[in-house]
T-cell receptor
Framework: GQQLNQSPQSMFIQEGEDVSMNCTSS?????WLWYKQEPGEGPVLLIA?????ELTSNGRLTAQFGITRKDSFLNISASIPSDVGIYFC?????????????FGKGTKLSVKP | NAGVTQTPKFQVLKTGQSMTLQCAQD?????MSWYRQDPGMGLRLIHY???????DQGEVPNGYNVSRSTTEDFPLRLLSAAPSQTSVYFC????????????FGSGTRLTVV
């Protein structure tokens, strides 16, 4: 089946630093999504990307849909302690067995005040 | 404004026992799905449903059954629990398959001893 390779697996950063994580796939997706999961909760959608090359921001978060449709990255600027959590990329195609979210394994972010 | 409600939040089972994890949504979403989350593995799709009366298998369906008799409910059944089913289970819903912005429940943490 389709697999997403997400890196890095974990990050330990100082408050105020910028963060970058990425996701690659061996196959193309029509949509890339980025989720954040906090302890004891389900994932929450941060950003959705709908077409190749698209660059979208949500506050301090910026994500891009790669031109090849096989990759995406997420940047967080000026990190703060509440950014702590696990960030997941997810790919989505349309219809049938393809119409389900495929998740990366996550990037665990820790922020030191 | 309940969203997706999962019960119970925690459960301990003995090997061989059966149980049903409940999932209910009040958003009139047609698409519902079950994921399991294991350390370092991300979220993996177990089963999904595109509407009442329609279900299909995901990536890791063995040992689990589902049914969808109403739009609102999508229970996940473990017929004979095994230690390998120790995991955190998430239910998610969306207005249609392939639609963006899945809404996740807060999860059920299951331990099989």
């Amino acid at each position: 089946g389709q697999q997403l390779n997400q890196s890095p697996q974990s990050m330990f950063i100082q408050e105020g630093e910028d963060v970058s994580m990425n996701c690659t796939s061996s196959s193309i997706f029509n949509t890339w999504l980025w989720y954040k999961q906090e302890p004891g909760e389900g994932p929450v959608l941060l950003i959705a990307l709908y077409k190749a090359g698209e660059l979208t921001s949500n506050g301090r978060l910026t994500a891009q849909f790669g031109i090849t449709r096989k990759d995406s990255f997420l940047n967080i600027s000026a990190s703060i302690p509440s950014d702590v959590g696990i960030y997941f990329c997810a790919g989505l195609n349309y219809g049938g067995s393809q119409g389900n979210l495929i998740f990366g394994k996550g990037t665990k972010l820790s922020v030191k005040p | 404004n309940a969203g997706v409600t999962q019960t119970p939040k925690f459960q301990v089972l003995k090997t061989g026992q059966s149980m049903t994890l409940q999932c209910a949504q009040d958003m009139n979403h047609e698409y519902m799905s079950w994921y399991r989350q294991d350390p370092g593995m991300g979220l993996r799709l177990i089963h999904y449903s595109v509407g009442a009366g329609i279900t299909d298998q995901g990536e890791v369906p063995n040992g689990y059954n589902v049914s969808r008799s109403t739009t609102e409910d999508f229970p996940l059944r473990l017929l004979s629990a095994a230690p390998s089913q120790t995991s955190v289970y998430f239910c998610a819903s969306s207005y249609s398959q392939g639609a963006f912005g899945y809404t996740f429940g807060s999860g059920t943490r299951l331990t099989v001893v």
